[in-house]
């Protein structure tokens, strides 16, 4: 929870579908419109010892759930990353999530584990039984034997969900495999409750049926994990043109991404030139070029060239 690349560790309005931390999403399903904030530490919560960041929501109103509504946080997994789960086969192995979690609100809450083609789901839950409180989540869920899953390659393979609020069509009762899902039936909506709060941080999802200590990693190796999906960086290339022309170079990456990249710019500006563009996809070292107006010194330049290979 503590690379922001986006955000910067700022709070947002929950207007729409988009992403917070690095790789994790909110998610809304059909309604429109602004059902809350949601950042990185928001309200400046203290995490759980050992846990400085966390992810979290918090409602501003009271909206009443349709049966079609969802509203979560999850986080897709890149198929690579869980091979060893050999789901959709008679050897699929059983996983354990373990996570902490906090709200202003007690009761059961929910979520689920869905195949990236959305159609399969394990719908669980959990129980926070005191408000304001960091509760630690230890859920045992079998292997899918049935389903259709992508275990290898960097497509999608699932997503993870933690219900904000989800309606009766996308809810079904807990443990076990079955249609696609968002959450347990009856969990705790926090959109329905104005001022409602939920926090979440230290999530990990293991093979086996223990729930091992939180992998600590050092801050580098975290930030090359996230800039596989998703990283900024400034831009500056010029050169002395003859002409009209195009002029090119490659840009290095600062780790190799998960797919060639979308790559879009910041608000450029030019000297002499136009026409920031990208020559050739790559996922370490993308071709990129402008093109010169006139003969004389050029140049191109972004605070911000941004490469996104999210799934």
């Not at 869920?141 to 999608?156: A, F, Q, R």
Request: hydrophobic share 40%; charged share 5%; with cysteine.
């Amino acid at each position: 929870m503590r690379i922001d690349q986006r955000n910067g560790g700022a709070s947002v309005p929950a207007a729409g579908a988009s992403v917070t931390i690095d790789r994790w999403t909110y998610g809304v399903s059909p309604p429109t419109g602004t059902y809350g904030t949601w950042g990185q530490n928001l309200n400046s919560v203290t995490g759980p010892l050992g846990f400085p960041y966390s992810l979290g929501f918090q409602s501003s109103s009271a909206h009443a759930l349709a049966a079609s509504d969802v509203f979560e946080f999850y986080q897709a997994i890149e198929a690579d990353m869980v091979s060893d789960f050999a789901w959709g086969t008679s050897s699929a192995q059983p996983v354990t999530l373990s996570f902490w979690a906090r709200s202003s609100l007690t009761g059961t809450f929910g979520g689920a584990i869905q195949n990236y083609a959305a159609t399969r789901a394990y719908a669980f839950s959990y129980s926070l039984p005191t408000a304001n409180t960091w509760t630690r989540i230890s859920i045992t869920i079998p292997g899918d034997t049935g389903g259709t899953w992508v275990m290898s390659g960097n497509g999608g393979a699932l997503c993870l969900v933690f219900a904000l609020g989800v309606g009766s069509t996308g809810s079904r009762p807990a443990g076990a495999w079955g249609a696609i899902c968002n959450s347990a039936t009856g969990a705790v909506s926090v959109v329905s409750t104005n001022g409602a709060t939920f926090y979440v941080t230290g999530v990990k999802l293991e093979i086996g049926s223990v729930a091992t200590p939180f992998n600590r990693q050092s801050l580098a190796k975290s930030m090359a994990d996230c800039q596989r999906y998703y990283t900024i960086m400034p831009l500056w290339f010029g050169a002395y043109a003859g002409g009209a022309i195009n002029i090119g170079q490659p840009v290095i990456l600062p780790v190799t991404m998960r797919a060639n990249p979308t790559i879009t710019f910041n608000s450029p500006t030019y000297t002499n030139a136009s026409g920031l563009a990208v020559a050739q996809g790559s996922n370490i070292s993308p071709g990129i070029y402008f093109q010169s107006i006139a003969a004389g010194q050029v140049n191109a330049q972004t605070s911000a060239m941004i490469a996104s290979a999210e799934l």
